[in-house]
């Protein structure tokens, strides 16, 4: 019985011995990237190229430019080139395009708000001011210049140095001139002098400046002063730049006793002032306000209401108002 019974326990050790795993603990890691594997290759987990695209489109419109080029918009005409159009942007279909009313103009007192406080009128040229300075002469063609008046009748005109000239502030300003030898002429500014025309510096037509000397002179020291002549238009006048419509538009003051220092649009219940140009219009690259009222203030501070003025591109449109004389 003792050899049996020792067999037998034997036996099961031997039994017991291979039941046991081997490793401790390694069947459960291993049955861990098994479950990771069954996971990482479910359905909807990867992307692969059967995977639908979004189904959602773009829905938002395209949208309209309203505004020019900046070459366009910032670009100064040579003395003899008027600045190029500006393409008009058009507007969406479910744009609505409200219709100009007719042209009226009127001064208005108590305006909406106070015209701009009169240190930030004063630019270079001041009212009451003596400059010193030298004029020199050109070839002024037919009157047109950088201030885009367009071509002139009277040619006592002057281009005034760029540094005075001041982003066409000076454009239209009356100046009396004034030689050594006594002799004096009013001119009228329509155009730019390029650098290096020094500060004081005016270039006279040749028909202006031989009413101070022979031309042979070349340079001539002079003093000048601004003036606010009684011989101005009895109304200035309102021109939109080619290619303006109601999308963009820029806006110019013809005929103004004095140099215009701001312009504004009446929009979304209040005055907009628009940023000028060296080219001398004042633009509203989204349109607003055009065709609408105007307010323009002078040097002086006045200002002055031009009831709407339909969008015009290029054609002069009178008003019936005018800046006092001062």
Request: proline share 10%; glycine share 10%; charged share 10%.
């Amino acid at each position: 019985m003792g050899i049996p019974l020792a067999l037998v326990v034997v036996g099961v050790l031997v039994l017991l011995a291979f039941a046991l795993p081997s490793g401790g603990g390694s069947g459960a890691a291993s049955a861990e990237p098994a479950a990771a594997s069954v996971a990482a290759t479910g359905p909807g987990t990867s992307p692969g190229a059967g995977a639908p695209a979004d189904p959602t489109p773009s829905t938002a419109p395209p949208s309209v430019t309203s505004a020019p080029s900046s070459a366009t918009a910032t670009a100064s005409p040579s003395a003899t080139k008027s600045p190029s159009a500006t393409p008009t942007p058009r507007p969406s279909a479910t744009t609505a395009t409200p219709t100009p009313s007719a042209a009226t103009s009127s001064a208005r007192t108590a305006p909406a708000t106070a015209p701009p406080a009169a240190a930030s009128l004063a630019g270079r040229i001041k009212p009451g001011a003596n400059y010193q300075g030298v004029a020199t002469s050109y070839d002024a063609a037919d009157g047109n210049g950088a201030c885009s008046f367009g071509p002139s009748g009277d040619l006592m005109i002057a281009a005034m140095n760029h540094t005075d000239y001041e982003t066409s502030r000076a454009c239209g300003a009356s100046v009396l001139v004034r030689a050594a030898n006594g002799a004096s002429i009013t001119v009228r500014i329509v155009n730019e002098c390029p650098l290096p025309c020094a500060p004081g510096q005016l270039d006279l037509s040749h028909e202006a400046f031989a009413k101070l000397a022979d031309l042979s002179v070349g340079r001539l020291p002079v003093t000048w002063t601004l003036l606010s002549p009684g011989t101005a238009p009895d109304t200035m006048s309102i021109r939109y730049k080619a290619g303006s419509s109601q999308w963009w538009c820029g806006i110019q003051v013809i005929g103004h006793r004095n140099p215009v220092v701001a312009l504004e649009v009446q929009s979304g219940g209040g005055w907009r002032q628009l940023t000028r140009t060296d080219y001398n219009y004042f633009l509203s690259p989204d349109g607003s306000g055009c065709g609408g009222p105007i307010r323009v203030t002078d040097l002086y501070g006045e200002q002055l209401t031009v009831d709407a003025v339909a969008v015009k591109p290029d054609v002069v449109q009178p008003t019936r108002v005018q800046f006092a004389r001062h």
